[in-house]
């Protein structure tokens, strides 16, 4: 009978996220679930401030009541921290599109472009999730399904960000506070989501319906993550942590 | 284009705007860089005006004053009146006496004004006012050579007074088209006057040979009420139809002002006011309701009516969640306002309904439910964006939790499986 570490093969330690890539991860953790928080209150804003008495007797008046209105400028403040979050959404994303091309470490194309046996890999990949078997292997670079799932969800932040600036510059009149640039940028690059979306309103719902695709991903990414350290025993769920993880260099049933 | 904020490329602009200068948009039309000459060219224009549609000096002056007294408008109102007229087209103070001449002007322009597929509910709410104001007035007055509604020809007489204008003021009339222009069927769900034309070659033939051409209400601007959904008679706004510049006022009704506000204009420069990329005049429309509302303090403090009639709404709350479409709505009602400059809906106490924003039968409803209520348009799906996304989010729950469940079973079984068998391959994978 041959003994455990040979069965799996030696543990070996791989290098998965940079500092700068983990500094990222938990900054757009951070900022989706702000902007998931605020954006709600804007679509629905479910806390009512203010003194009058047929609104003051649900639970939420009552606790957080802060009284005049000069005192509880409770909308403002969840716009002022959706667009704070907006911001740390729009430099991440910029910033990741230029590491998946130019990361020294890690460079996301080799795995996302779907061309040769990329495309493959990520349906084993898929297979292994309902069969249990033939894992494949995952070592220094993402695994191409995971890319492919990550650079969607880039996607997906990427329309919110367009139709969140047609939004955003529905209340300049022409110049800001930085120069006519940069209202002229905003309508010049989201323009379009007035056509396709049928004016503002839509380009409204469709912000808030994206929303849910986001958090959709949240909880599948987050799943798959533990599941995957719970299946592989590769520590996967402490890449954004430490920036390691674990790899056998035998698997399990190859 | 800096100041707009609806589609469309730099190149589809009627007017040509451009981007560096867009936004110091000039009531005037940049006509000139020099304060003195642009006085001048006023004043030539208006000198040549007078002469053209006034017979001597006591016909210049007496006219204005003769309509007026009719509804008992003093020559102070009116003074009054002008001086609000030249603030809200963002003129300097001293073009106060040239924006009473222009009115004056105004009244003897040849002007046409075509009914479309419409309530008429324009005409109505600039002439049946019971207190009008100077704007309503000179509506009412203005040389109508051709408006169904009032003028006193009919039949084959009131279409040949329309012809006949066409030809003998070419160029020089003034164009009113109010009502979306069906085009299905060639036009034939609208067929006006004795000849029984179509609407459709009507408003064509008339915007060709117009000085300018305004289509006032929404219907006509963006095809309104005609042209909601599913649009039985594919309706459309005036400027689908003729490949001429086409300023639009929309609003249901339009506010008289801004009318009158965009004819005085076009008397002074001879020109169109600087539009947006839906054609709307930017003196008028340049800002959002939401942004210029008075209860905005009460939406920014999270201060809201939730009923009709609470208490809330006896403060004056913000209308957000009774369906508000003023964040989405581009007007000056706020700051025009309507029924003789005195009130607006919010004021009134309901929400904006989006009337002057293209297709808004279709995109601002439910009129009184917050926008995140309202309907996606998916084939298919009859849901609200929340009901829809909960929808897709519990339905991703579910296939997670039974991908969890699954897991854990086959992992036991195999589990078992492999103690059983305990064998396996060895296949060296390679090591990075
Ligand atoms: C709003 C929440 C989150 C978002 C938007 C998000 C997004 C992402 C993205 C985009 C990546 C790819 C990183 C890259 O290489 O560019 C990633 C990787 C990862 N995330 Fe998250 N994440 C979230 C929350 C979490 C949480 C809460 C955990 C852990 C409990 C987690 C664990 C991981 C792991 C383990 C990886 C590495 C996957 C791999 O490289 O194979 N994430 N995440
Ligand atoms: C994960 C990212 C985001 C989520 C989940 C999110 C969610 C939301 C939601 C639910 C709303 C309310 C929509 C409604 O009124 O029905 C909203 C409003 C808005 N969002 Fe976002 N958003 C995100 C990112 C962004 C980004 C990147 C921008 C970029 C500028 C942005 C700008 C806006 C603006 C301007 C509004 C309108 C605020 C107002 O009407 O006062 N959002 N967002
Ligand atoms: S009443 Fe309407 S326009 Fe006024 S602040 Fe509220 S949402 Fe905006
Ligand atoms: S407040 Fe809104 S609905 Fe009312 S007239 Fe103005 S644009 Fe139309």
């Known amino acids: ?80 921290f959706h667009f704070i979050g907006a911001v740390i959404i729009d430099v991440i994303f910029f910033v990741w599109l230029y590491l998946a091309f130019f990361s020294w470490k890690e460079p996301l194309y080799k795995s996302f472009i779907p061309f040769g046996d990329k495309l493959e890999e990520a349906w084993r990949m898929l297979k292994h999730y309902f069969t249990l078997k033939d894992k494949p292997k995952t070592d220094r670079y993402q695994d191409p399904l995971n890319a492919i799932i990550f650079t969607l969800f880039h996607l997906l932040i990427l329309l919110q960000m367009l139709t969140g600036f047609q939004m955003y510059v529905a209340s300049f009149t022409g110049t800001s506070a930085v120069g006519a640039w940069w209202p002229w940028l905003l309508h010049f690059s989201t323009d379009w989501t007035l056509v396709v979306f049928g004016g503002l309103t839509g380009v409204t719902l469709v912000h808030l319906f994206i929303m849910w695709l986001i958090m959709i991903f949240i909880v599948y990414h987050i799943y798959i993550e533990v599941w995957r350290s719970i299946m592989w025993k590769e520590g996967d769920i402490l890449i954004p942590f430490g920036g390691y993880k674990y790899m056998r260099n035998k698997s399990e049933s190859e | 284009m800096a100041s707009e904020h609806h589609s469309d490329s730099n190149d589809s602009n009627p007017n040509g705007n451009n981007p560096d200068t867009d936004f110091k948009w000039d009531p005037l039309r940049f006509i000139s860089k020099k304060p003195d000459e642009v006085l001048k060219k006023v004043d030539d224009r208006l000198d040549a005006l007078e002469k053209e549609y006034f017979s001597d000096k006591k016909d210049k002056e007496e006219n204005l004053p003769n309509i007026l007294g009719i509804y008992g408008v003093s020559r102070r109102d009116f003074l009054k009146w002008t001086a609000f007229l030249t603030s809200a087209l963002m003129l300097p103070y001293i073009f106060k006496p040239r924006v009473a001449r222009a009115a004056n002007i105004l009244t003897r322009t040849p002007f046409i004004w075509l009914d479309m597929a419409d309530c008429m509910g324009n005409t109505e709410g600039f002439l049946r006012t019971a207190h009008p104001t100077p704007a309503e007035i ?77 289509a006032v209400g929404n219907c006509a601007a963006y095809g309104g009420i005609p042209a909601a959904n599913p649009n039985p008679t594919s309706a459309v706004g005036l ?127 439910p009129f009184e439910k917050p926008n995140a209520d309202a309907k996606i348009i998916i084939p298919g799906v009859e849901a609200t964006a929340d009901e829809f996304g909960v929808g897709l989010f519990a339905a991703a729950g579910a296939g997670i939790a039974a991908h969890a469940i699954y897991t854990g079973i086959k992992k036991k079984k195999e589990h078992k499986k492999s103690k059983n068998e305990d064998s396996e391959k060895n296949d060296d994978n390679k090591k990075e």
């Open chain 1, 1 to 80: 009978m041959q003994n455990k570490n040979s069965k799996y093969g030696e543990i070996q330690l791989v290098h998965r996220m940079t500092v700068i890539k983990r500094i990222i991860h938990w900054s757009f953790f951070a900022a989706i679930i702000n902007n998931i928080i605020t954006g709600f209150y804007i679509a629905y804003p479910f806390l009512i401030f203010g003194k009058t008495p047929t609104q003051a007797d649900s639970l939420s008046t009552g606790i957080l009541n802060s009284g005049e209105t000069y005192q509880a400028f409770i909308m403002t403040w969840m716009r002022e």
């Open chain 2, 138 to 214: 000179i509506l009412n007055y203005v040389s109508v050579n051709y408006m169904e509604s009032i003028m006193a020809p009919a039949g084959y007489q009131a279409e040949a007074r329309r012809t006949e204008t066409v030809k003998k003021y070419k160029g020089k009339y003034i164009l009113v088209v109010e009502g979306a222009i069906p085009t299905g069927m060639d036009g034939k769900f609208l067929t006006i006057g004795a000849k029984g034309d179509t609407g459709l070659k009507i408003a064509k033939e008339t915007a060709k040979h117009a000085g300018v051409i305004i």
């Open chain 2, 239 to 365: 400027s689908s139809v003729t490949d001429r510049s086409v300023i639009n006022i929309p609003a249901c009704p339009a506010n008289p002002v801004n009318l009158v506000g965009t004819l005085v204009e076009y008397i002074l420069i001879g020109k169109a006011p600087q539009l947006d990329s839906i054609g709307r005049p930017l003196w008028a429309y340049s800002g959002r309701l939401h942004d210029n509302c008075y209860r905005r303090g009460h939406f920014e403090a999270g201060e809201y009516v939730r009923e009709w009639g609470d208490e809330g709404a006896k403060k004056q709350y913000c209308l957000y969640m009774m369906g508000c479409k003023g964040p989405f709505t581009w007007n000056n009602c706020t700051i025009a306002e309507y029924n003789q400059d005195i009130s607006f809906p919010m004021r009134a106490g309901h929400g904006c309904i989006g009337c002057s924003q293209p297709a808004f039968w279709d995109r601002m409803t």
